[in-house]
Nanobody, 123 residues
Framework: QVQLVESGGGLVQAGGSLRLSCAAS????????MAWFRQAPGKEREFAGCIFSSGINTVYADSVKGRFTVSRDNAKNTVYLQMNSLKPDDTAVYYCAAGPSWATIKATSYKYWGQGSQVTVSP
């Protein structure tokens, strides 16, 4: 079993930055693909970005490409989401997820999920 705990969320003004962390425990996640999803009020959960187990390859949703960066530190069993140039539309609960090597943009591909971290971007 893998437990994931997100942290780093909060309130930020538009144009600002935040970095979310996702700390894993229970087992090493170095062989998992790791992803960030988000869910805004009244909307479905959507893919934001993911990083492959290699730590090299990443995939991003068009809505965050160029502004968000997913990275990982396998030695710390932690994944990060650096969010820059934040917009009010980025307001959501952000979830960290761990999945097998073939998991990318589909939420159903991921087996383990964190409890979420609220990010609120004010105009």
């Amino acid at each position: 079993q893998v437990q994931l705990v997100e942290s780093g969320g909060g309130l930020v003004q538009a144009g600002g930055s935040l970095r979310l962390s996702c700390a894993a425990s229970g087992r090493a996640v170095s062989t998992y693909n790791m992803a960030w999803f988000r869910q805004a009020p009244g909307k479905e959960r959507e893919f934001a970005g993911c990083i492959f187990s290699s730590g090299i390859n990443t995939v991003y949703a068009d809505s965050v490409k160029g502004r968000f960066t997913v990275s990982r530190d396998n030695a710390k069993n932690t994944v990060y989401l650096q969010m820059n140039s934040l917009k009010p539309d980025d307001t959501a609960v952000y979830y960290c997820a761990a999945g097998p090597s073939w998991a990318t943009i589909k939420a159903t591909s991921y087996k383990y999920w964190g409890q979420g971290s609220q990010v609120t971007v004010s105009p």
